[in-house]
């Protein structure tokens, strides 16, 4: 599938030269190949605080992916300073909290003009005393939104809820401040390729990952998050991210975002299970074919999911072959687009069945091979979010499987199952290729962005989900739609 038109090379180059009121999107720095240790090197991180166990791990996992770190906090607890610096990283201390004191440690740290993509990690405080004398505390945030607004292109605007901000609240008011903060300042940070989170680390490492995975470039369309990083449910850190010997089924995967994330996960190691329906065969035989050609492993299991027998035709096929599922997406989805009046019992009924019921339905069938610790992702829809006109029937079916994460989320706990939605917005496949030019000009105005993303973009989002890197990620939303709003 090609990129956009509005970001073709030559058409750039001629739209610049004349004088046209048409604004560009940034070219997104993605990522390419499988996922490596050092990610995030080329890139510079900055840490707004350093002063407890939190703090560290973040500016810690930043440097061992490949970050240069640089800390402006003046205030900074020594220890914790010296051992960073000692790793390499920077200390420039500066009055973090005025409006351009970011901004100046930023440029002192770097050489002048440098353009590398930069992410800034702002852990968000807590007013002292017991007032409401706020100042200090939100100034922080104007402090970093006006660094943010001069940041190179593709940097990343990262602002940590720690769990001293829900003892009491003043700490609440913050989190208040800082979510209607982020809802604004990723919508101005996206026309540069930039994006922004709200990450409400209830675990210093789980956070940690997190913030690693949205700092790098395998999130470059992901954008306006708010996500509790918890206490990992199972497993290590491991320094790669690896799928290794992971059995990953990926439903609806013949082509478009399926099929994209069947090669992603295949290319981190896993062998990848192809679901779709008979009549895709050819497509799907394709899919498998590019795989296995870069030496992946990938089979193909031909079965409607929306049914019980093709349910158990699945399961029966891995059951037989590997024993085991590692890890589910569940992306099989169709679209029946008609608006209430003329909506038909059995255009609701498909809709329903094939986008939610199918889930249920193939997840029992999988239940006695489903390994512990194995991870779930739902593909749901941002118009699962906010509705959209003609799409009541498509709507329902994305907000249900919203809440079928939720629900799997809290009973898979206790064996260390996980379960997340993914919310892609407008994704370049050959549905959306299907749209009339104008609605396709009207969604990409809709991004902060300004431009469509590419199966790619929602592949990197699953591999993400079903890794260990987000071990600490379970029971949420995330959009992968070039900040078409903030949080779900
Ligand atoms: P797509 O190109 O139409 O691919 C969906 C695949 O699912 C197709 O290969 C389709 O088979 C298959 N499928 C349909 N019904 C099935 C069934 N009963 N059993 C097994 N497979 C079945 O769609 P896509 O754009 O890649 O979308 C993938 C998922 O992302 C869907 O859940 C969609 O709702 C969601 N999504 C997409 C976008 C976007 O912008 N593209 C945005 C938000 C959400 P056929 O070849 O027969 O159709």
Same mark, same amino acid.
């Given at each position: 599938?090609?990129?956009?038109?509005?970001?073709?090379?030559?058409?750039?180059?001629?739209?610049?030269?004349?004088?046209?009121?048409?604004?560009?999107?940034?070219?997104?720095?993605?990522?390419?190949?499988?996922?490596?240790?050092?990610?995030?090197?080329?890139?510079?991180?900055?840490?707004?605080?350093?002063?407890?166990?939190?703090?560290?791990?973040?500016?810690?996992?930043?440097?061992?992916?490949?970050?240069?770190?640089?800390?402006?906090?003046?205030?900074?607890?020594?220890?914790?300073?010296?051992?960073?610096?000692?790793?390499?990283?920077?200390?420039?201390?500066?009055?973090?909290?005025?409006?351009?004191?970011?901004?100046?440690?930023?440029?002192?740290?770097?050489?002048?003009?440098?353009?590398?993509?930069?992410?800034?990690?702002?852990?968000?405080?807590?007013?002292?005393?017991?007032?409401?004398?706020?100042?200090?505390?939100?100034?922080?945030? !104007? %402090?970093?939104?006006? $660094?943010?607004?001069?940041?190179?292109?593709? +940097?990343? @605007?990262? /602002? #940590?809820?720690?769990?001293? *901000?829900?003892?009491?609240?003043?700490?609440?008011?913050?989190?208040?401040?800082?979510?209607?903060?982020?809802?604004?300042?990723?919508?101005?940070?996206?026309?540069?390729?930039?994006?922004?989170?709200?990450?409400?680390?209830?675990?210093?490492?789980?956070?940690?990952? !997190? %913030?690693?995975?949205? $700092?790098?470039?395998?999130?470059?369309?992901? +954008?306006? @998050?708010? /996500? #509790?990083?918890?206490?990992? *449910?199972?497993?290590?850190?491991?320094?790669?991210?690896?799928?290794?010997?992971?059995?990953?089924?990926?439903?609806?995967?013949?082509?478009?975002?399926?099929?994209?994330?069947?090669?992603?996960?295949?290319?981190?190691?896993?062998?990848?299970?192809?679901?779709?329906?008979?009549?895709?065969?050819? $497509?799907?035989?394709?899919?498998?074919?590019?795989?296995?050609?870069?030496?992946?492993?990938?089979?193909?299991?031909?079965?409607?999911?929306?049914?019980?027998?093709?349910?158990?035709?699945?399961?029966?096929?891995?059951?037989?072959?590997?024993?085991?599922?590692?890890?589910?997406?569940?992306?099989?989805?169709?679209?029946?687009?008609?608006?209430?009046?003329?909506?038909?019992?059995?255009?609701?009924?498909?809709?329903?069945?094939?986008?939610?019921?199918?889930?249920?339905?193939?997840?029992?069938?999988?239940?006695?091979?489903?390994?512990?610790?194995?991870?779930?992702?739902?593909?749901?829809?941002?118009?699962?979010?906010?509705?959209?006109?003609?799409?009541?029937?498509?709507?329902?079916?994305?907000?249900?499987?919203?809440?079928?994460?939720?629900?799997?989320?809290?009973?898979?706990?206790?064996?260390?199952?996980?379960?997340?939605?993914?919310?892609?917005?407008?994704?370049?496949?050959?549905?959306?290729?299907?749209?009339?030019?104008?609605?396709?000009?009207?969604?990409?105005?809709?991004?902060?962005?300004?431009?469509?993303?590419?199966?790619?973009?929602?592949?990197?989002?699953?591999?993400?989900?079903?890794?260990?890197?987000?071990?600490?990620?379970?029971?949420?939303?995330?959009?992968?739609?070039?900040?078409?709003?903030?949080?779900?």
């Amino acid at each position: 599938m090609q990129d956009d038109w509005s970001l073709n090379p030559n058409v750039r180059k001629l739209l610049q030269r004349v004088p046209l009121p048409i604004s560009l999107p940034t070219p997104l720095r993605r990522g390419a190949g499988r996922t490596r240790a050092n990610e995030l090197t080329g890139t510079r991180a900055v840490l707004t605080h350093l002063r407890d166990g939190l703090d560290l791990a973040l500016a810690q996992a930043m440097q061992a992916a490949g970050a240069a770190v640089t800390i402006v906090d003046p205030a900074g607890e020594t220890t914790l300073t010296g051992r960073l610096v000692d790793g390499g990283g920077q200390l420039v201390p500066a009055t973090a909290d005025l409006p351009g004191g970011v901004l100046n440690a930023i440029a002192q740290s770097g050489a002048t003009g440098d353009r590398r993509p930069l992410t800034l990690i702002h852990r968000v405080t807590r007013p002292h005393g017991d007032d409401l004398a706020v100042n200090e505390a939100t100034d922080g945030l !104007l %402090a970093v939104g006006h $660094a943010a607004a001069h940041l190179p292109p593709n +940097s990343r @605007l990262l /602002l #940590v809820l720690g769990p001293d *901000l829900r003892k009491d609240n003043l700490g609440a008011l913050m989190i208040a401040a800082t979510h209607g903060f982020a809802r604004s300042a990723f919508k101005e940070m996206g026309k540069n390729g930039g994006t922004c989170h709200v990450i409400r680390a209830e675990d210093a490492q789980a956070a940690a990952e !997190l %913030a690693t995975f949205l $700092a790098g470039p395998r999130s470059a369309f992901v +954008s306006g @998050l708010d /996500l #509790v990083a918890q206490k990992s *449910l199972a497993g290590d850190a491991t320094a790669v991210p690896t799928l290794d010997g992971k059995v990953i089924l990926v439903t609806g995967a013949a082509r478009g975002i399926g099929a994209a994330i069947a090669e992603r996960l295949a290319l981190e190691g896993a062998h990848v299970w192809i679901n779709d329906i008979a009549q895709a065969q050819a $497509a799907a035989a394709d899919t498998v074919a590019q795989i296995r050609a870069r030496g992946g492993h990938a089979d193909f299991v031909a079965a409607d999911v929306g049914t019980l027998s093709g349910a158990q035709a699945i399961a029966d096929a891995i059951g037989k072959d590997a024993g085991r599922v590692d890890g589910v997406i569940h992306n099989a989805g169709i679209t029946r687009d008609r608006t209430l009046k003329k909506m038909s019992v059995a255009h609701w009924r498909q809709v329903l069945q094939v986008n939610f019921g199918a889930m249920h339905l193939v997840q029992t069938a999988l239940s006695p091979i489903l390994s512990d610790g194995a991870s779930m992702v739902l593909m749901s829809s941002v118009m699962g979010i906010s509705g959209n006109f003609g799409q009541t029937n498509y709507s329902a079916s994305k907000s249900a499987v919203i809440e079928l994460a939720k629900q799997w989320a809290c009973e898979g706990h206790a064996r260390g199952l996980r379960a997340n939605a993914i919310a892609p917005g407008f994704i370049l496949t050959e549905m959306t290729a299907q749209m009339p030019v104008i609605n396709r000009e009207m969604a990409k105005q809709l991004t902060a962005m300004l431009q469509p993303g590419l199966p790619l973009d929602v592949a990197e989002l699953a591999c993400f989900l079903v890794g260990a890197q987000s071990r600490g990620v379970t029971g949420q939303v995330l959009r992968c739609d070039g900040g078409m709003a903030f949080g779900a």
